[in-house]
């Protein structure tokens, strides 16, 4: 039976056909903001580049062997996956297909059998089939593979507690609190845990009861909110993780247009988990901001104090990888794409990773993060120097300075507060 409101329309996300309900509007290139705004129905087109990053890390693992041994399979999984975008993405984006188990699960079974239909009606044809292994509680699995993604209709925190994966993608609806746990603990001896958060008034501080209820923290809507959300998010984490015995090291942190994406790796060790709360601590806000284990001042916090990134990782996410991999072909592009279309969604690709790989270096270690718009009323200048100039002279003194993924003009540096006061001013 064909799903209601089928076929709707094609629109091409990456390399990936996807079909949008006749009533969705042809997304805009670049689309930002919750799915209300950009366009309702089962796919939020705001959330592609979360999906490209998603499809270029698992590229990475598989391409350089850090999440395991080569050769081997990587069960993967996207809980909460609606229409399916992600796990086909996967499925039809990275390479050697032989070395992934791709399940994708949903609740809604509308949303589940219009990316069953779509994975149906765009077959990839290249032979990877695979049987799923027994359940912990069920002795013979379901053959639900088609053309190599595992298709399931159920409750997620189910499903994580009766398999496990290496790879979660937890994308709800709001805050992710509630799957936390039950990831955490399906997470094989090591793996990857990917988790958007869009309850950025909580996560940012502005709805306080709600900061507090969900990850016990207190905000500061200021210029660091958006640093603030990320680490809270990853502190989280960091303390859920502990309590299965497992460390976390994040691989990629950010804070993109409306919602906290972090991927983090996640090993089996009692030893690291046991000093989970090393990197835990306040943001006091103090010309401009130190962190410390206990709040004082004017605080945010708990939260993550550590790095963001891992620098090799997040190193290798350049605009031309993400190019090679994720840019629409000739054989790709839907029948009524123009040449605008095609240039438009490439800059999108382009977008998804910009200052990822030039930021790497400094946000895998300790800095000092700038605001663009604070450091002018700091350093008492009217015209606040341009990117270039700041980093040009951040640079003749000896100092790394990137400009970051944020929803503000922000850079990274490793130089002290009052030589970046210094440089503003000398700057011209
Ligand atoms: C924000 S959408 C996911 C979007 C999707 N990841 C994408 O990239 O298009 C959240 C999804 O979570 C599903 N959901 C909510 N609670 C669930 C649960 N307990 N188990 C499985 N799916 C659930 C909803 O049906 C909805 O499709």
Same mark, same amino acid.
């Given at each position: ?119 149906? %009606?765009?077959? /990839?044809?290249?032979? !990877?089939?695979? =049987? ?8 013979? +699995?379901?053959? @639900? ?84 959300? %990320?680490?809270? /998010?990853?502190?989280? !984490?960091?303390? =859920? ?8 090291? +994040?691989?990629? @942190? ?94 999108? =690709? ?79």
């Amino acid at each position: 039976m064909e799903p209601e409101g089928w076929p709707g329309h094609i629109w091409l996300e990456g390399r990936t056909s996807v079909h949008l309900k006749d009533h969705q509007m042809r997304p805009s290139h670049m689309p930002r903001g919750p799915a209300a705004k950009t366009g309702e129905g089962f796919l939020n087109p705001a959330m592609a580049p979360a999906r490209t990053r998603s499809v270029m890390l698992l590229a990475d693992a598989i391409e350089n062997n850090w999440l395991v041994p080569e050769e081997k399979i990587i069960r993967v999984l996207d809980a909460l996956c609606a229409t399916g975008v992600r796990p086909r993405r996967w499925r039809k984006e990275v390479p050697r297909q032989d070395r992934l188990r791709i399940t994708a699960n949903d609740l809604d079974s509308d949303a589940l059998s219009w990316g069953m239909k779509s994975h149906e %009606t765009h077959p /990839l044809n290249d032979g !990877i089939h695979w =049987i799923p292994e027994p359940s912990r509680f069920e002795a013979k +699995p379901k053959d @639900s593979v088609k053309d190599g993604i595992q298709w399931i209709n159920g409750d997620a925190k189910k499903l994580m507690v009766e398999a496990p994966f290496q790879w979660i993608d937890l994308d709800p609806f709001g805050s992710p609190v509630s799957f936390l746990d039950t990831a955490i603990q399906s997470i094989s001896r090591i793996g990857v845990l990917e988790v958007t958060a869009t309850d950025t008034a909580a996560l940012c501080g502005s709805a306080k009861t709600s900061a507090s209820r969900r990850y016990g923290s207190v905000g500061i809507t200021d210029a660091y909110m958006h640093d603030d959300a %990320t680490r809270i /998010l990853l502190g989280v !984490i960091a303390r =859920i993780a502990a309590m299965h015995d497992k460390s976390m090291h +994040p691989i990629l @942190s950010l804070f993109d247009g409306h919602h906290v994406r972090v991927s983090v790796l996640l090993r089996k060790s009692k030893e690291v988990a046991s000093n989970w709360n090393e990197h835990i601590g306040y943001r006091i806000r103090s010309s401009p901001y130190h962190f410390a284990s206990q709040p004082s001042g004017e605080f945010s916090g708990p939260m993550w104090t550590g790095p963001l990134f891992d620098c090799d990782i997040a190193g290798r996410m350049t605009v031309e990888r993400a190019i090679q991999l994720c840019a629409g072909k000739e054989e790709d592009y839907p029948d009524d794409w123009t040449d605008y279309d095609i240039e438009h969604s490439k800059r999108e =690709i382009e977008r998804s990773v910009r200052h990822i790989s030039d930021s790497a270096e400094l946000l895998s270690g300790k800095h000092l993060l700038v605001p663009i718009d604070s450091l002018g009323i700091a350093a008492g200048i009217g015209q606040i120097p341009s990117m270039k100039k700041l980093k040009a002279g951040l640079e003749d003194r000896g100092f790394k300075m990137a400009q970051c993924h944020m929803p503000e003009p922000m850079f990274a540096t490793d130089a002290d507060w009052d030589t970046v006061i210094d440089v503003a001013k000398s700057a011209k």
